[in-house]
């Protein structure tokens, strides 16, 4: 790429300027990628990637999704996948595509795939040669439906009709609280509302509230005998109060902290209209459908009470499941069933899914646990970062199962704040910018006894002297440098250092001109470090070099391996 493309930004629309060199690419084959980046491709194949400040080569592929997710088809009927690459600019991989059976889905290596009978199967998608894999499930039904169906409305008698009729000439008239007559089976909020409503009465068993407004209602069934009830309330959220054997609910937000509910099924049609979520004090035992693909919320609103189980089926997305439990059976998707700080399960049965404990310990989350094959727990007790900050909030992170992430920890130029992170496991990445880099005013520490792995590049990369890095714990193996300053400064404290396959000489590294500039730094407190001497380094300009902190020495402890220890 050398003197070959000069990029110019003007109210943030690329142009190239072709220097003496020919190149043959013209403006037409620039590509803007966002605010501070572009792709540059000449008939279709990518030749440079720019970001702030660097020009890349095309990048290899480091990982692939598969971007429709689960799905559900017609038998007979046909649907295309779309594959998502990381790094979104990268050279477009070769793809192998296989069906896990195809009696029942087949699909050709465009990615295209053919319902044939009913019935589930897998369908992977790989980049020959690489750990690169990802997989969908396609379920096959005879009408393509999905999940359960919708009970039938209970029919108005005309007495019914004339009460009905009589509580939305209420609501129209600015009447909130509405006493529901008893044996009323239908009730309708006219779209005209334009206010919250309390609905007070004895609830008929299979009754139907319908809300057309975009106002909150509140439905309190003053019965003693529990209820079903379908609730029709897609732009506004619904709060229960009393007892309810099973809820339909075509709403996102169900609000029961108030009422016992046995079960609730999300309806079918809030699909891809935002996050769904219950929160009930509920009754014994539970069960939580929904077959859409928006994330789901289920929480226990009673931090005293162990109900004896819950079964939760949601096929095609990920959970999060809040408060104590007894007996916890979960079906999700290939994303995650999350479980948050005050979550607790005398048993956990995972049907399918991976498991992701938020700021505790899985064994706090749980007593006993039981996966299905292909299920995993971890990777770690808070969300894990993955390609940017924008997966991430500052704050602990502990890693406290094997995990490996294409993206590593990267923080761009627009991150801020303090992360901690503590390896009690095994991390590893395959991305070349290194397990993790910062381009911003991130400030990261990095303790505990686990693995850091990235045997295809950089180890920990600072390229901003707003941000910094500070490595208390753990073993960092790399390819290229397992610690790389280029703007900023890297203090480490302790940790175990090693090159996989690099020059060691290059195994703590500055920018040659920043280091002379004084502007990357690498000061050394602690640690071991194999093939290579801290205090007498060749990696930068004018060397040897010392990386060791004054009060500080590197001692030989074993044939080629140094300690940094306090000079006494």
């Known amino acids: 790429m050398d003197n070959i493309i000069d990029f110019n930004y003007e109210n943030h629309n690329p142009e190239l300027i072709i220097n003496e060199f020919e190149t043959g690419i013209t403006p037409e084959d620039i590509t803007k990628r966002s605010h501070n980046g572009m792709a540059i491709r000449k008939e279709n194949d990518l030749i440079a990637w720019k970001d702030d400040e660097e020009i890349y080569d095309p990048a290899d592929v480091e990982a692939i999704e598969i971007k429709e997710g689960d799905i559900f088809l017609q038998v007979g009927s046909t649907a295309g996948l779309t594959i998502v690459t990381t790094p979104a600019i990268a050279?477009?991989?070769?793809?192998?595509?296989?069906?896990?059976?195809?009696?029942?889905?087949?699909?050709?290596?465009?990615?295209?795939?053919?319902?044939?009978?009913?019935?589930?199967?897998?369908?992977?998608?790989?980049?020959?040669?690489?750990?690169?894999?990802?997989?969908?499930?396609?379920?096959?039904?005879?009408?393509g439906k999905v999940g359960p169906d919708k009970p039938a409305e209970k029919e108005n008698t005309p007495e019914q009709d004339a009460i009905e009729q009589n509580i939305e000439e209420q609501i129209l008239s600015g009447t909130t609280s509405i006493t529901i007559p008893e044996g009323s089976n239908n009730i309708t909020i006219p779209e005209g509302n334009t206010k919250a409503i309390t609905l007070v009465g004895n609830i008929a068993p299979g009754a139907t509230i319908t809300n057309n407004s975009g106002k909150s209602v509140t439905i309190n069934n003053s019965g003693s005998e529990p209820v079903n009830i379908i609730i029709e309330s897609p732009n506004a959220s619904v709060t229960l109060k009393g007892n309810y054997t099973e809820v339909w609910a075509n709403t996102k937000t169900i609000n029961a902290s108030s009422a016992k509910i046995g079960s609730v099924t999300f309806d079918n049609e809030l699909e891809g209209k935002g996050n769904l979520s219950v929160n009930a004090d509920w009754s014994d035992p539970v069960e939580v459908i929904s077959y859409n693909t928006n994330a789901m919320t289920i929480s226990n609103a009673s931090d005293e009470s162990v109900l004896e189980e819950l079964t939760v089926t949601a096929?095609?997305?990920?959970?999060?499941?809040?408060?104590?439990?007894?007996?916890?059976?979960?079906?999700?998707?290939?994303?995650?069933?999350?479980?948050n700080q005050n979550f607790h399960a005398n048993k956990l049965v995972v049907l399918a899914g991976n498991v992701l404990?938020?700021?505790?310990?899985?064994?706090?989350?749980?007593?006993?646990?039981?996966?299905?094959?292909?299920?995993?727990?971890?990777?770690?007790?808070?969300?894990c970062p993955g390609a940017s900050n924008t997966t991430s909030n500052p704050g602990v992170y502990n890693i406290v199962s094997d995990c490996r992430y294409a993206n590593g920890i990267v923080y761009g130029t627009f991150a801020s704040g303090n992360y901690e992170y503590n390896n009690y496991a095994r991390f590893e990445t395959g991305n070349k910018n290194g397990i993790c880099l910062i381009r911003s005013g991130v400030?990261?520490?990095?303790?505990?006894?686990?693995?850091?792995?990235?045997?295809?590049?950089?180890?920990?990369?600072?390229?901003s002297d707003k941000g910094s890095i500070d490595i208390y714990g753990g073993h960092f193996i790399a390819e290229t440098h397992a610690v790389y300053a280029e703007k900023g400064t890297i203090n480490i404290y302790g940790g175990e250092f090693e090159l996989n396959a690099g020059d060691p000489k290059y195994l703590l590294n500055c920018l040659d001109a920043?280091?002379?500039?004084?502007?990357?730094?690498?000061?050394?407190?602690?640690?071991?470090?194999?093939?290579?001497?801290?205090?007498?380094s060749m990696s930068e300009p004018g060397g040897p070099v010392s990386f060791v902190a004054p009060g500080y020495k590197s001692v030989e402890i074993e044939e080629g391996i140094w300690e940094v220890i306090k000079d006494e």
């Open 443 to 463: 400030h990261a520490y990095f303790k505990g006894e686990g693995v850091w792995v990235n045997p295809n590049g950089y180890g920990m990369w600072l390229a």
């Open 315 to 339: 096929p095609r997305s990920s959970v999060t499941i809040n408060g104590k439990w007894g007996n916890v059976n979960a079906t999700v998707s290939k994303h995650t069933l999350t479980l």
């Open 514 to 536: 920043a280091y002379t500039a004084g502007t990357a730094k690498i000061i050394v407190y602690g640690g071991k470090f194999h093939d290579f001497d801290p205090a007498n």
């Open 91 to 143: 050279n477009e991989p070769e793809l192998v595509w296989e069906s896990s059976d195809n009696s029942i889905i087949e699909v050709n290596q465009s990615g295209v795939v053919f319902a044939k009978a009913e019935g589930s199967a897998d369908i992977f998608a790989s980049v020959p040669g690489s750990f690169t894999k990802c997989f969908v499930t396609i379920t096959a039904t005879a009408d």
């Open 357 to 383: 404990v938020k700021n505790c310990f899985p064994e706090q989350a749980y007593d006993e646990i039981e996966l299905a094959e292909g299920s995993t727990v971890g990777p770690c007790t808070y969300y």
